[in-house]
């Protein structure tokens, strides 16, 4: 069996749910099932939907866009209110906004932000992607949005903030969904027998859940921010499970974006079972 090719995001909210994959003697152990590589949100999607990977950790809307995938239980990046990082930083009230400058990081903030301002503030500007630079962003636009380490990092003094896992909170009162893990059904196949998949990702992510003051000082000076923010983040804001609520509000989304044809119609979500 060869190993599955897993594609990761690399940003600090991801990094609790691979501490298995890169500490220790279990990193060894599971260096011989797995090759892991690291990229941006949506190219997780575009390397899941091509074969180049097999599992990746992708943005809720890629789903709605490649056949045939597992999701991996009880696990998500997801936020019940707050999250800090996927902010709509703008020069004008919110109702005032004719154009916004969106990070091409991710398809599903893009879709988030279109949802809320059509559906909930009942405008609809122009949508322009872009590489993340709030300067340059919102040198012709109105405003800009910005997720993942640039939203951490944004110098959002003199500008009106929204963050959209709070504004989405408060308009519907449930969690939002950003990322889960996703897995090809074809590359199930050549999963070796020793492998409980959902398990090892679980554990990794338990693991990795008790080491964030680590992970907080070993990103601090990477993204030149405060230990205690990291700190704050990783375990206020970010919520790494997929329970119930968490689940009732993805199919919202799924509904408001198929509805505002945002999104194409999401597929049943269905879950990979665990091997005993």
Same mark, same amino acid.
């Given at each position: 069996?060869r190993p +599955?090719r897993? @594609?990761?995001?690399?940003?600090?909210?991801t990094a609790?749910?691979?501490?298995?994959?890169?500490?220790?003697?279990?990193?060894?152990?599971?260096?011989?099932?797995f090759?892991?590589s690291?990229?941006?949100?949506?190219?997780c /999607?575009?390397?899941? #939907?091509?074969?180049?990977?097999?599992?990746?950790?992708?943005?809720?809307?890629a789903?709605?866009a490649?056949?045939?995938?597992v999701?991996?239980?009880?696990?998500?990046?997801?936020?019940?209110?707050?999250?800090? @990082?996927? +902010?709509?930083? @703008? #020069?004008?009230?919110?109702? #005032?906004?004719?154009?916004?400058a969106?990070?091409?990081? @991710?398809?599903?903030?893009?879709?988030?932000?279109? !949802?809320?301002?059509?559906?909930? !503030?009942?405008?609809?500007?122009?949508?322009?992607?872009?590489?993340p630079?709030?300067?340059?962003?919102?040198?012709?636009h109105?405003?800009?949005?910005?997720?993942?380490?640039?939203? +951490?990092?944004?110098a959002?003094?003199?500008?009106? !903030?929204?963050?959209l896992?709070?504004q989405?909170?408060h308009?519907?009162?449930y969690?939002? !969904?950003?990322?889960?893990w996703?897995?090809?059904?074809?590359?199930?196949?050549? %999963?070796? /027998?020793?492998?409980?998949?959902?398990?090892?990702?679980?554990q990794s992510?338990?693991?990795?859940? %008790?080491?964030?003051?680590?992970?907080?000082?070993?990103?601090?000076?990477r993204?030149? %921010? #405060?230990?205690?923010?990291l700190r704050?983040?990783?375990?206020?804001?970010i919520?790494?499970?997929l329970?119930?609520?968490?689940?009732r509000?993805?199919? %919202?989304?799924?509904?408001?974006?198929?509805?505002?044809?945002?999104l194409?119609?999401?597929?049943e979500i269905?879950?990979?079972?665990?091997?005993?």
């Open positions: 069996m +599955l897993i @594609s990761a995001i690399s940003f600090i909210n609790p749910l691979m501490w298995d994959f890169e500490s220790g003697d279990t990193a060894r152990e599971l260096s011989a099932h090759d892991l690291y990229t941006i949100p949506s190219r /999607a575009e390397e899941l #939907k091509s074969g180049v990977s097999d599992v990746g950790i992708i943005p809720v809307a789903y709605t490649i056949p045939d995938l999701i991996i239980p009880e696990i998500a990046i997801a936020a019940k209110g707050a999250v800090r @990082s996927i +902010l709509l930083i @703008s #020069k004008v009230p919110l109702e #005032k906004i004719r154009n916004v969106t990070d091409s990081s @991710s398809r599903t903030s893009a879709a988030l932000l279109e !949802v809320f301002l059509r559906k909930f !503030v009942g405008i609809t500007p122009g949508f322009t992607p872009q590489a630079s709030e300067q340059e962003m919102l040198r012709w109105d405003a800009c949005l910005l997720i993942g380490d640039p939203a +951490l990092q944004a959002t003094k003199g500008h009106y !903030v929204y963050d896992a709070e989405w909170h308009w519907t009162g969690p939002f !969904v950003f990322a889960f996703a897995v090809r059904k074809a590359a199930l196949q050549e %999963l070796s /027998a020793e492998i409980n998949l959902p398990r090892t990702f679980q992510r338990d693991h990795g859940l %008790l080491q964030i003051p680590e992970i907080a000082a070993a990103w601090a000076p993204l030149q %921010l #405060k230990e205690e923010l704050e983040y990783l375990t206020t804001n919520d790494y499970s329970d119930a609520d968490n689940l509000g993805l199919k %919202l989304f799924f509904r408001y974006a198929e509805e505002l044809k945002v194409p119609a999401a597929p269905r879950f990979l079972e665990a091997r005993d």
